[in-house]
């Protein structure tokens, strides 16, 4: 067995095997207290006539071995001077390397967990980008009709052409609540598959103390019943917090949706009152140039009785002339 104190002689190290041709890379060190620090006991000098330092490894097949390697921090190293502790058994080195790859596994498999959670979180993320630019195109779409229609007036030729883009824009914010709508639904129909499971975790939980209670109090396994119980207790209370976790999340993208709805059917009726009161404002000014026709009418009569009566006077003054 191999020891781990301090009182390794200088004859024993030197029938440990070093380091081959080459450079050794040095392995993954873990600290040691009772082993570390530059070696004084043993005079071993790297490649670059320095002491070496010594270390506990922690890689593979070698770790918990001790070994000497160069203590140049900084450039070039040399790697492993020398091997302090003999190289472990087979059974040893296989136990090892299987624990290092359960490890290595389980590092991957949360690397790609943590890959795929970071995908699904970048498509949500996009996803949401998205609605909310067209959210935002089809509000500041509503205030640039609204700002035009105050700057341009009340009345404009182009009137019918604007009244079919409100038409599309209305049909556009109806199509978003129709989506809003269906999405709610489908938020609805799993929150109630959700309380179902619940319901059913609650009728099992209580479906099992009945039984308890039909069976006896007094029970020759009854400790392990009650171990047994208390286990399945704790596995379902833990299922029933998750799902009122997931239950609470619902809500809470339930009530955001419901806050998009709101704006987009305020939004909605904004255009609708746009749309009134161009309708009003164009009888209106209908109306205005109908009075503003007849008052022209009047004045055009006017001006043609003063011609015929000038023209009366010219005829009158024309005859006196020949005269």
Aim: include cysteine; hydrophobic fraction near 35%; charge should be negative.
């Amino acid at each position: 067995m191999v020891s781990w104190g301090d009182e390794t002689s200088e004859d024993s190290v030197m029938n440990i095997s070093s380091s081959c041709d080459g450079i050794i890379k040095l392995p993954a060190t873990m600290h040691d207290p009772n082993f570390n620090g530059t070696d004084t006991d043993v005079n071993v000098l790297c490649e670059h006539r320095k002491p070496a330092e010594r270390f506990v490894a922690f890689e593979g097949m070698h770790t918990g071995r001790r070994f000497l390697g160069c203590a140049k921090k900084e450039g070039i190293n040399c790697g492993v001077v020398q091997w302090i502790d003999f190289e472990w058994p087979d059974s040893m080195e296989k136990a090892l390397a299987k624990l290092w790859n359960m490890y290595e596994e389980i590092k991957s498999a949360r690397t790609n967990d943590n890959l795929e959670s970071s995908f699904a979180i970048h498509n949500q993320t996009e996803e949401k980008k998205k609605l909310q630019e067209n959210y935002d195109s089809l509000y500041a779409d509503v205030n640039a009709l609204l700002d035009a229609q105050q700057q341009w007036g009340l009345e404009s030729n182009n009137q019918k052409e604007q009244k079919q883009c409100l038409d599309v824009k209305i049909a556009e914010l109806e199509t978003v609540v129709g989506n809003l709508k269906a999405e709610l639904a489908k938020k609805e129909e799993e929150k109630k598959k959700v309380q179902e499971d619940y319901d059913s975790l609650y009728a099992d939980v209580n479906a099992l103390l009945d039984a308890q209670q039909q069976k006896g109090l007094e029970l020759n396994n009854q400790k392990e019943q009650k171990e047994y119980v208390d286990v399945k207790i704790a596995e379902l209370e833990t299922v029933v917090g998750n799902l009122k976790a997931e239950i609470s999340k619902k809500e809470e993208e339930k009530k955001k949706l419901l806050q998009k709805y709101d704006t987009l059917v305020n939004l909605t009726g904004a255009q609708a009152n746009v749309i009134r009161n161009l309708k009003f404002n164009h009888l209106k000014e209908k109306e205005r140039l109908t009075q503003e026709r007849l008052k022209l009418q009047h004045h055009i009569s006017e001006l043609q009785k003063s011609e015929e009566k000038i023209k009366q006077k010219l005829q009158g003054v024309k005859a006196i002339l020949d005269e």
